[in-house]
Structure formats: C-alpha cells, structure tokens
C-alpha cells in the first residue's frame, strides 16, 4: 500500500451516477447551514444555546409533516440511532426480564443493532406477497412479554407501507409500545393517501431521517414521540453538564446536521418535497415501464423506489461502468429516485443497459 499523496485535494463522489443510495446532494441552503454551525454541539445545550433552539423547531417542524401536535423527540445520527433509541425506551419502560421486539422481516437492519445492543429478543415475521407486513404473522409472534412491535413506513428494498392502524391495535392489544420507521418515507408520505403517521393510528414513537429525502446534509435523523415518558426512559444524569439530563444516545453531536436539518425543512416543506416526490413517482413509473418494455420483472414502485430482476452479470458489467446499484435481498436492482436523479440520468443508464444486453 503507498501512501496517500500529501498535498492533493480529495473529492467526494459525484452523484451523476448514484442510483443506490437513500441519501443525496443537500440543498445549497441546508448546505450553508451546516458549515455554519459546524462548531455547536446541541448535546450542550447550556454552552451552544442557539443550536439547541434550532433543535426544538426541527422537531416541532417534523410533527408538521407526521401530524403530531406536540411532538417530542430529537436530531439523532440516523434512523439507526432512532430505531436503537426507540427500541431501549420500549424496553426500559416495560415490566420484563424476557423483552421481545416484533416486526416484519423487511424491518432495516439497525432492528438487528438494537436487539444485540439492547439485549432483546427480535422476532420477524414473514411479509406477505404485497412485500407489507402480514398482521397476522406479526400478531402470532407477540406474547406477554412483547415491548415493541415495530411497522415500516417505506420500506428500505421497495419502499411499501406496513398495515399501520392494525400494526398499531396489535401493540396496545398486547400492552405493547408501537414504532413506525420512516427513515426515507417521511418525506414522501405526506404527499400520499398512505395512514401511515400520527394522525391515522395511535403511535408511540417514530424514526424520519431529514438526510434522506429531506435533503438535509448527513447526519440528520430524528426521533418523534407523543410522550415524555418517552425521553425520560432514555436519559441519562449528566454531571458536568448544566443541562440536568441528556436523552440523546450519542454525547457530543453534530450541530451542523441539526442546522442543515432546519434550513432544508424551512426551504423546502411542502412544496418543494411534493414536487420531489412527484419528480420521483413520475419517473419511477417511466423506468418501470421501460424495463418491462425490455422484458425485465419489476416490482411495481407505490413509492419512488423501482426494483428490477436484472442478470447479476448485467448488474456486474453496469457496476464496472461506474453505476452506483444496491439490490434487495431477493437479488433485484433497487432504483431509489432521489432529488439527484433526472430522467437524463436514468436515459444515459438504459443507454448502457441496452449496450450491455445486446
Ligand atoms: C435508511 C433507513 C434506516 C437507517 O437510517 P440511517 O440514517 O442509515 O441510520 C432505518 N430505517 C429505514 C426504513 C431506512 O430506510
């Protein structure tokens, strides 16, 4: 191995072929904010007052978007620490030795994190052929010592919504808490007639991450809950803080994302996110349908996600082009439409495609 050359400026990657990912270029506003308050620490809200002011209104912004009152809850680091926060409340303020936490299979892995962190058991159940979670497969795996039982609100692989209002009765039947994850849907399902948030089931906790779809500079995500009780699970005593208590699960955190996570919501909530998610449906639809054309299996995008059955050798060859792809873990190619991805973009891709095919 040689040594990095001193001197040269590193680049990061351009986005001009990222198909795969779930996050993309912040806008020039979220952007700004972050290199402005790259030095705060919103885990230090008595010394960088002005951030942690910005983090009560970015969580009063995201109950905006997931019709909740009076939300509760912080910036995390990602869906990660949200779904991990999420999963410690449920336990810490259920009465077992024994916890379990269920969920569809198609739960993001950040389940399995939290489960080995946490010490609980994670029990999956098998989705239905609608790729959503089947509530009576869910229903058999919980018992009396169920703390959380968990529904996705655009799934990572195709981007469906769990049976949320079911999910939601199968929780509180069992005395369990209630989570819905929508690190990536939360910025598409507002514009949607999906029940997937606050005001269509009673939920207890919910992951939306403001780095994804929200266009938010990296790391943004956010943790919402109804209740207190909540964040009182999770906080700590804080000796040499001012601050009584610190919920959060990280100590020092970033205040860029936080101020990023502000811009980007100030400047783009509705209008610019519907127009995203309208850009993005409309061409999820378009590749669909030019993938079938080629005689491709495609699983119907609900949301701005297309998943194709393409050969692994195609997938390979695309790949070496300099094409960001993921696949699900079925082995099909998952599109996601983020704000970077343009239907010349998508054009210059069947273009390859169709080299590669012939
Ligand atoms: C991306 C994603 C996560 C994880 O979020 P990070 O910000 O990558 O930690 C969790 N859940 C879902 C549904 C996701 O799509």
Same mark, same amino acid.
């Given at each position: ?26 806008? /020039? ?9 790259? =030095? ?11 951030? +942690? ?50 969920? /569809? ?23 239905? #052929? ?8 869910? !229903? ?7 703390? $959380?039982?968990?529904?996705?609100? %655009?799934? !990572? ?10 999910? +939601? ?12 994850? =929508? +690190?990536?849907? #939360? ?11 606050? #005001? ?9 991450? /403001?780095?994804?779809? #929200?266009?938010?500079?990296? /790391? ?51 209008? %610019? ?14 590749? =669909?349908? +030019? ?61 390859? $495609? ?5």
């Amino acid at each position: 191995m040689t040594a990095p050359e001193m001197g040269a400026r590193p680049e990061p990657q351009s986005f001009e072929r990222v198909l795969s990912s779930m996050c993309t270029e912040p806008i /020039p506003e979220a952007r700004d904010a972050a290199m402005r308050f790259l =030095a705060t620490n919103p885990g230090d809200p008595e010394t960088y007052p002005g951030v +942690a002011e910005l983090e009560r209104e970015v969580v009063e912004m995201l109950g905006t978007l997931v019709d909740l009152p009076d939300p509760k809850g912080y910036v995390t680091t990602g869906g990660t620490e949200a779904n991990i926060q999420a999963v410690r409340a449920a336990r810490n303020l259920a009465n077992t030795d024994d916890p379990n936490v269920v969920g /569809p299979a198609s739960v993001h892995f950040s389940f399995q994190k939290a489960a080995d962190i946490l010490d609980v058991d994670l029990r999956l159940a098998p989705v239905g #052929g609608d790729y959503r979670a089947d509530v009576d497969a869910v !229903t058999e795996l919980v018992d009396g010592d169920t703390v $959380l039982v968990v529904g996705v609100a %655009g799934t !990572t692989e195709y981007g469906r919504v769990d049976p949320i209002p079911a999910l +939601a009765d199968v929780a509180h039947d069992a005395d369990a808490r209630f989570h819905v994850d =929508a +690190a990536w849907g #939360g910025f598409v399902l507002p514009f949607t007639d999906e029940a997937w948030n606050f #005001g269509d089931a009673a939920i207890d906790t919910m992951t939306i991450d /403001p780095h994804k779809m #929200g266009q938010a500079a990296i /790391p943004a995500g956010g943790l919402l809950t109804t209740d207190e009780s909540v964040l009182d699970a999770l906080a700590v005593d804080t000796p040499y803080l001012e601050t009584a208590g610190q919920a959060s699960l990280t100590g020092t955190r970033s205040g860029a994302g936080v101020a990023s996570a502000h811009a980007a919501l100030t400047e783009q909530w509705p209008d %610019g996110y519907r127009e995203n998610y309208e850009r993005g449906m409309t061409l999820a639809t378009w590749l =669909a349908n +030019a993938m079938q054309t080629r005689g491709y299996d495609v699983v119907e995008p609900h949301h701005p996600i297309v998943a194709i059955d393409l050969p692994a050798a195609i997938f390979e060859a695309l790949t070496d082009e300099g094409w960001r792809l993921s696949r699900t873990a079925a082995g099909e190619v998952r599109v996601v439409m983020m704000p970077h991805v343009t239907r010349e973009m998508l054009e210059a891709f069947l273009s390859d $495609l169709d080299r590669q095919s012939r």
